[in-house]
């Protein structure tokens, strides 16, 4: 495995880019083979792996999840639009923040949705529950049933420190994961270009597997942080702390769709 050392550009320049979209300029090196990134204090913040996934199971995956169709209306850093408080019919303000209409008839047109499986933490308005996506299309979990066992022996495999920290969380909670895995929830990303953004329903201090599939150019994953781009392609697994490393993609042609396989932040509270 290629090892390399990451260098932080300017930290307050990094800052300010969060809901806007990458650029070349932002990239000073791209990986495409398998690799682990460490920084100075030796940790390790990102590992490429690929050509570990075969390429059935990929496609298969590619299949029974490429008709989500939610629109990303929640998440207005990843879409790049400034998260506006929303106008109420009678004109009023709401509380609410999102993103705006005009936003989403864009992304509507370009074919962009997302869809999540698995279990979801509570929220103020909602117990923790098995998403109405996973109960009304069982086969998208269980027809992958062997891909996602072997993304978490990926993880286990590539950062094992941050698996075990993660298995510990979810085994306090068993019957809140996907079968024996580390994982609770897998988010899906179809035809979406994200802005710099950071990933905020994960637990915490751990890592995200984001896993590519369908037919395309493009599409790097940039972590401004380091200047680096991920130019990862069907087949590969990259781990990093989504939560804390700000990440957006560069522009795509074709058909894409992307996977997170992730530990909801408070599934632990499930239990309770
Ligand atoms: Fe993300």
Request: charged share 25%; hydrophobic share 35%.
């Amino acid at each position: 495995m290629r090892r390399i050392l990451l260098t932080p550009e300017n930290e307050q320049a990094v800052k300010s880019l969060e809901g806007r979209f990458p650029s070349p300029l932002h990239v000073r090196k791209t990986l495409t083979e398998t690799t682990e990134a460490r920084t100075k204090d030796g940790i390790v913040r990102v590992a490429l792996a690929c050509n570990v996934i075969p390429t059935a199971f990929h496609k298969l995956a590619y299949e029974l999840w490429k008709n989500v169709n939610e629109l990303p209306d929640n998440r207005p850093a990843a879409v790049g639009s400034a998260s506006l408080p929303r106008i109420m019919d009678d004109g009023m303000l709401s509380g609410r923040k999102g993103v705006p209409k005009q936003t989403l008839r864009v992304l509507r047109k370009q074919g962009s949705a997302q869809g999540i499986l698995g279990y979801l933490d509570a929220t103020q308005s909602q117990a923790c529950h098995r998403t109405p996506l996973t109960k009304r299309h069982p086969e998208m979990l269980e027809g992958n049933e062997r891909l996602i066992k072997l993304v978490d022996e990926l993880y286990r495999f590539y950062r094992p420190d941050s698996y075990a920290r993660q298995r510990v969380e979810i085994e306090k909670v068993p019957m809140w994961r996907l079968w024996q895995t580390v994982f609770s929830t897998i988010y899906l990303a179809r035809n979406f270009r994200t802005a710099y953004h950071f990933d905020s329903g994960n637990f915490k201090g751990v890592m995200t597997a984001l896993m590519p599939m369908g037919t395309f150019t493009g599409g790097e994953l940039v972590l401004p942080r380091w200047g680096l781009a991920i130019g990862f392609r069907p087949g590969d697994v990259l781990f990093f702390d989504s939560t804390e490393i700000l990440h957006g993609n560069q522009p795509f042609q074709g058909s894409r769709l992307s996977a997170a396989y992730y530990c909801e932040r408070d599934i632990a509270d499930c239990g309770k």
